[in-house]
């Protein structure tokens, strides 16, 4: 190939380049010029040759051409970076250009390449990264927690306005600080690798963390870990929550609910004495005037009698429904079919209900006491607010993977659906307790003990008539 075509042929490999490529002289002045330059910034090349290539970049974004030729000759060329160009419209749009030496046979430098590309969709990408972490900073520094953005050194890298106010720092005394220190030294974990983000949730198995403040004092604190991706590498964004107001309220609950407790517990035994006392009074009355008294007098005694009975009756109800979380005792093999049938004969000592057990019962490790008392109130209840002196009473056992599934159903009158969830609070019958005797604390008492052992209790309708209570209970280990 002759040397006319080479360089036929390399003009025509330039002018096909998708990169705007711009050859000058010595002097600064454009002497070459591709179809991609032309595209790119706006220039006929019949217009812009022997132009000095200065006028593509607007005041300020390149240096001279002298500095960059002194550059050129102390070292290779000018690697890819991203600046401003000028279109021939006059505005101004971003392009990634490199810049390298034109040098003869002898290596002197007698020209200047100027490689360029659009980078404006790069450049609306850093944009929108940018106003991404703006944003990203702005919901941070508004979160009502602390945040704290720790580095894979260990180091805070950024702290919103919450992490100053509970911490008592100022931002430029947490930059830099080591996230460990924000933490009481009985709860820090040492770290031998110094390429380890703490993990503060594996520090203390207790519930209840404890954050240190710049004053030395501690305060309980709720601690989320998120790790994310940055341009940097991994960090974890840390949410801290201070819970000291919740912790108090927490304890003062806790200190309330013992005293409702200390105080059912007294009363349950401290008033069964004067209310025996009563009822003996009432029944020695009784005796004492016999052939004395009239039938409405006699009547009178009697209800007196009847509704001192009832009170001991909520008394002992009162005492169970708050020891009702405490109920699970000791575990022990159950027989759960034979446990039903020996509540129903308890329940119904006579002939006039008849029980059904359906599915297959379990043989297992239980908490039998409070599984006994869920059984007796439901059994009993069904009984007791029959509308006929006989009925039918079926108890099933229904297949489920994570708990044991009874149902309790009768043919009784049923309870209408807005009173499905009233009977399960407390002192609530639906009848009044003249007609039927109780307390009105039966369903709250096994709704209490079965979501203590983490089951639950519902009511629905039977068919064609009476109600069917479900509840769920715990698979336990022997």
Known sequence: MTSQASLELLAAIVNSSEDA???SDLNGHIISWNHAASLLFGHAPEAILGRAFALLFPDGQLPDHLTLIQLLEQGSAIGQFETMGQHADGNEL?????????????????????????????????????????????????APNAMVLVGQNGLIEMVNDRTEKIFGYQRAELVGLAFDLLVPERFRKQHHEPQQVPQMQQVQPAPTLYALRKDGSEFPVEIGLNPIDTADG?????????????????DELSRRNQELKDFAY?????????????????????????????????EHLHLMRVRITRMEKLLEDLLLYFRADKLGG????????????????????????DLELQGSFPKAPTHKAALELVFRNLISNAIKHHDKRRGHIIVRSIPDEEHYLFEVADDGTGIPPEHRERVFAMFQTLRPRDEVEGSGMGLAVIRKAIESL????????????????????PRVAG
């Open 21 to 23: 490529i711009i050859g």
């Open 94 to 142: 971003p392009v990634s250009l490199s810049i390298s030496a034109i040098r003869d046979a002898a290596g002197r430098i007698f020209g200047l390449s100027l490689s360029a590309r659009d980078f404006s969709n790069g450049y609306k990408l850093a944009a929108r990264l940018a106003q991404s972490e703006r944003h990203f900073r702005l919901v941070v520094n508004a």
């Open 234 to 250: 991994a960090k974890i964004l840390s949410a801290i929550v201070d819970i000291s107001e919740r912790q108090h309220f927490i």
């Open 266 to 298: 007294v009363a349950s035994h401290d008033l069964k004495a004067p209310l025996r006392g009563v009822s003996q009074l009432a029944m020695w009355i009784t005796e004492d005037l016999e052939g004395q008294i009239n039938e409405e007098t006699r």
């Open 330 to 353: 000791n575990i022990i093999t159950v027989d759960f079919a034979e446990l039903v049938r020996d509540v129903f004969e308890l329940c119904c000592s006579d002939a006039s209900f």
């Open 454 to 473: 983490g089951g639950t209790v519902s009511l629905a309708a039977n068919q064609p008539r009476g109600a069917v209570f479900r509840f769920s209970w």
